[in-house]
């Protein structure tokens, strides 16, 4: 999703100083802050939570249904039990409704698209397309989701909402959002294959349904889609990956937008073949998506040092070419967005704080022009697997057709720009 450079700016140094309002987010350690069962503790202070947990092995994952049902945090389990999801400890340690955005984190969240453009849901009619009229709709930021469902291992929420875009067109929509840890043959089934008996999985889906329970959705008036965002721990050691579909620009158009917040920099982001590669430490602001010319149903990112491989699954509709524009501006193509995206945090300018930190990796479905009644499924699907590089690579090359040594040697010989705030 695109916003202005400006307007983004202004965006997450507003955000970055309410997070930082009160107490500062603590420093984590690389690849598993806090650790699961400490942050476990900690959002059972402040909130309702639901932990699955699978009995054949270890794994766990915390759905917090006060924060819209999202995933906060998971665990391979182990001795050390990382925890793989970044959590906004202050917004959730205040208790208090933020202005523009509650802060809360999660690496599976449920938002709207599009954010800016002449169909915006988070501007309202005739105002402008800056932070002072930027709000993330409540009930995707602020309200609880009904519980409709529970077990061991999976969580079913429920939200019915009526939300009014830029264009003045009333949205009517049912959500029906379900949280399920995967068994081990699934993520065998997923995978193409099992991880081996040395490495340690967690591995959890959103199931994202969306029904028009009002008027029919129509291009000239405004069209949504479901929008996946995961927040995680970020590391010096972290490289994000997105495979695309290779082929000339003539044909396929760019390979990768890098504009979001101005050109990322050629030692935080490497084009290959058939790969993308990019920074995920949390020190430089930047982001990046794909076009649906060029997204594949997979991404990923790897921490050496904790020898910790993700990877996010998704729906990708084949021949599915429309995808909603975020840019905060009136658009001359409000449905020519991206498919997939990666996010690295960073201070916003010299001498701020970041917004985490952490990074992200987002899906997003197509545009849905939906009749009503009718209804629409995304799935975002994330696997963390901890254990040896020679088990680890041979998942990364079936999964992402890249190597470990690719993965962590292709940015790791440049030395990292510090951010300027210039964006």
Same mark, same amino acid.
């Given at each position: 999703?695109?916003?202005?450079?400006?307007?983004?700016?202004?965006?997450?140094?507003?955000?970055?100083?309410?997070?930082?309002?009160?107490?500062?987010?603590?420093?984590?350690?690389?690849?598993?802050?806090?650790?699961?069962?400490?942050?476990?503790?900690?959002?059972?202070?402040?909130?309702?939570?639901?932990?699955?947990?699978?009995?054949?092995?270890?794994?766990?994952?915390?759905?917090?249904?006060?924060?819209?049902?999202?995933?906060?945090?998971?665990?391979?389990?182990?001795?050390?039990?990382?925890?793989?999801?970044?959590?906004?400890?202050?917004?959730?340690?205040?208790?208090?409704?933020?202005?523009?955005?509650?802060?809360?984190?999660?690496?599976?969240?449920?938002?709207?698209?599009?954010?800016?453009?002449?169909?915006?849901? $988070?501007?309202?009619?005739?105002?402008?397309?800056?932070?002072?009229?930027?709000?993330?709709?409540?009930?995707?930021?602020?309200?609880?989701?009904?519980?409709?469902?529970?077990?061991?291992?999976?969580?079913?929420?429920?939200?019915?909402?009526?939300?009014?875009?830029?264009?003045?067109?009333?949205?009517?929509?049912?959500?029906?959002?379900?949280?399920?840890?995967?068994?081990?043959?699934?993520?065998?089934?997923?995978?193409?294959?099992?991880?081996?008996?040395?490495?340690?999985?967690?591995?959890?889906?959103?199931?994202?349904?969306?029904?028009?329970?009002?008027?029919?959705?129509?291009?000239?008036?405004?069209?949504?889609?479901?929008?996946?965002?995961?927040?995680?721990?970020?590391?010096?050691?972290?490289?994000?990956?997105?495979?695309?579909?290779?082929?000339?620009?003539?044909?396929?158009?760019?390979?990768?937008?890098?504009? $979001?917040?101005?050109?990322?920099?050629?030692?935080?982001?490497?084009?290959?073949?058939?790969?993308?590669?990019?920074?995920?430490?949390?020190? $430089?602001?930047?982001?990046?998506?794909?076009?649906?010319?060029?997204?594949?149903?997979?991404?990923?990112?790897?921490?050496?040092?904790?020898?910790?491989?993700?990877?996010?699954?998704?729906?990708?509709?084949?021949?599915?070419?429309?995808?909603?524009?975020?840019?905060?501006?009136?658009?001359?193509?409000?449905?020519?967005?991206?498919?997939?995206?990666?996010?690295?945090?960073?201070?916003?300018?010299?001498?701020?704080?970041?917004?985490?930190?952490? $990074?992200?990796?987002?899906?997003?479905?197509?545009?849905?022009?939906?009749?009503?009644?009718?209804?629409?499924?995304?799935?975002?699907?994330?696997?963390?697997?901890?254990?040896?590089?020679?088990?680890?690579?041979?998942?990364?090359?079936?999964?992402?057709?890249?190597?470990?040594?690719?993965?962590?040697?292709?940015?790791?010989?440049?030395?990292?720009?510090?951010?300027?705030?210039?964006?």
């Amino acid at each position: 999703m695109r916003v202005s450079s400006r307007a983004a700016l202004a965006m997450i140094v507003a955000i970055g100083s309410l997070a930082t309002a009160g107490c500062s987010n603590e420093p984590a350690a690389p690849g598993s802050a806090g650790r699961f069962d400490a942050d476990v503790a900690f959002l059972r202070q402040h909130t309702d939570v639901i932990l699955l947990a699978d009995p054949s092995s270890s794994a766990q994952v915390v759905v917090a249904p006060a924060y819209q049902g999202r995933v906060m945090t998971s665990t391979v389990g182990g001795s050390d039990a990382p925890s793989f999801g970044w959590l906004g400890r202050d917004a959730i340690r205040s208790g208090r409704r933020q202005p523009h955005m509650n802060v809360f984190g999660g690496e599976d969240r449920f938002w709207l698209g599009p954010e800016g453009g002449q169909y915006a849901l $988070y501007f309202k009619p005739n105002s402008l397309f800056d932070l002072a009229h930027w709000q993330v709709p409540d009930p995707i930021d602020w309200d609880k989701w009904n519980v409709a469902a529970s077990s061991a291992t999976s969580a079913q929420f429920q939200k019915r909402m009526s939300l009014l875009n830029y264009a003045g067109t009333r949205l009517d929509i049912d959500v029906d959002r379900t949280i399920r840890l995967l068994p081990a043959a699934d993520v065998a089934a997923h995978l193409g294959g099992a991880p081996g008996g040395s490495v340690r999985v967690v591995a959890f889906e959103s199931s994202n349904t969306v029904t028009n329970v009002g008027a029919r959705w129509q291009p000239a008036s405004g069209l949504v889609s479901v929008w996946i965002l995961g927040m995680f721990s970020p590391s010096p050691a972290t490289t994000i990956v997105l495979p695309f579909t290779p082929g000339p620009e003539s044909a396929l158009g760019p390979i990768v937008n890098d504009a $979001y917040f101005g050109k990322v920099p050629a030692d935080r982001l490497v084009v290959r073949d058939s790969a993308v590669f990019f920074r995920g430490d949390g020190q $430089y602001r930047s982001k990046i998506g794909l076009s649906p010319s060029r997204a594949l149903d997979i991404a990923g990112s790897y921490d050496a040092a904790e020898r910790a491989l993700t990877l996010v699954q998704y729906t990708r509709p084949a021949g599915a070419t429309a995808y909603v524009n975020s840019m905060w501006e009136t658009q001359r193509e409000p449905y020519k967005g991206d498919v997939i995206n990666s996010y690295n945090d960073g201070p916003p300018a010299p001498g701020q704080p970041p917004l985490g930190p952490f $990074y992200e990796l987002e899906t997003s479905s197509p545009a849905l022009s939906l009749e009503p009644g009718q209804k629409y499924t995304h799935v975002h699907r994330t696997f963390h697997l901890a254990g040896p590089e020679a088990e680890l690579d041979r998942i990364a090359r079936a999964t992402l057709k890249v190597g470990l040594e690719e993965l962590t040697g292709v940015i790791s010989s440049s030395t990292p720009a510090a951010s300027s705030g210039r964006r």
